[in-house]
């Protein structure tokens, strides 16, 4: 199980970055901090060409997002003493986002997805497959292509499951095109 799961993460990885090189950035962070579950969060976002024009939200734009958890010896577990175990997931998500440019370096990117999670192992289990996120990035924009920033989010299934822990995350973003 855990090959085929290094071999579908390869194959997403080099799919996503042949295909939207220009979009792609990448996150890496703590999921679900604030619980024994944590885990290292590790976020490929591909912001599209797509739009939409929603009420009166002007331009929202199309994102795919894929993120990996992995915690394999409790490094990242928060509160409480942690049973040792080894923790894996993958949450593949889409929706939109509006990026408002705060002043010449700073910008403020919410955004809504929804998406498949699902847990191995003794990974999080969160209720539902189907989860969504609600998001909000703080960047600082170093050229018009490359910025850095952090991201906080928060997934959950809005109790539509049998249970609904949810999860809150913390990641570090950053994008490099100069």
């Not at 990448?26 to 797509?50: M, P, R, S, W």
């Not at 928060?78 to 997931?89: A, F, Q, V």
């Not at 993958?90 to 955004?111: A, R, W």
């Amino acid at each position: 199980m855990k090959l085929a799961i290094k071999i579908f993460i390869f194959l997403f990885l080099v799919s996503t970055s042949l295909n939207a090189k220009d979009h792609l950035y990448y996150k890496i962070g703590i999921f679900d901090y604030k619980h024994e579950t944590g885990g290292l969060a590790l976020n490929i976002k591909n912001v599209t060409n797509n739009t939409f024009n929603i009420l009166d939200f002007t331009k929202l734009t199309q994102i795919y997002e894929f993120t990996g958890f992995i915690d394999k010896g409790n490094y990242f577990s928060g509160e409480g003493k942690p049973t040792k175990r080894e923790e894996y997931s993958i949450y593949i998500s889409s929706g939109l986002q509006k990026s408002f440019i705060l002043s010449n370096n700073f910008s403020l990117v919410p955004s809504f997805s929804v998406g498949l999670y699902q847990e191995f192992d003794d990974g999080k289990d969160m209720g539902f497959p189907l989860e969504f996120k609600s998001e909000i990035e703080l960047n600082y924009n170093l050229s018009k292509n490359s910025f850095f920033g952090i991201t906080w989010n928060h997934i959950s299934n809005a109790d539509i499951g049998n249970r609904n822990p949810g999860s809150d995350s913390v990641l570090f973003n950053f994008k490099n095109n100069f």
